[in-house]
């Protein structure tokens, strides 16, 4: 029986791997066991980056949103235990974008905690 040396499917595991790393600084890019080490790290950090732009726009919704409460006199937790109680359910992504682009809509809803306030 003759051997089988499976060349091709090398081949093809090979390709693959250096498709994924192309781009890759110095010999991880080139080399297959560099390149398999920083693809296994490229993958795991994007893993974990995936969620951590998740806290991070949540940041940076809360900010905005904050300046632009402390622009109308009232605090960022005052402003949104107000909503609560107004009973206005907006998130967090649309209050910012509110604040950034349409002052006037943003001014409405800080009346509108205000008074569900009694202030």
Known sequence: MPRVKGG???DK???KL???TKGFWGRKKNTYRRAKEASLHALSSAYKDRRARKR???KLW???I???ARMNDISYSNFINGLKKADIQVNRKMLADLAVNDMQAF???VEKAK???GQ
């Open 115 to 117: 008074e569900a306030l």
């Open 62 to 64: 809360v900010t905005r």
């Open 56 to 58: 991070d726009f949540r």
């Open 107 to 109: 001014k409405a809803l």
């Open 8 to 10: 091709s499917a090398s």
């Open 18 to 20: 250096f498709d994924i």
């Open 66 to 68: 904050s300046a632009a």
């Open 13 to 15: 595991k090979r390709k």
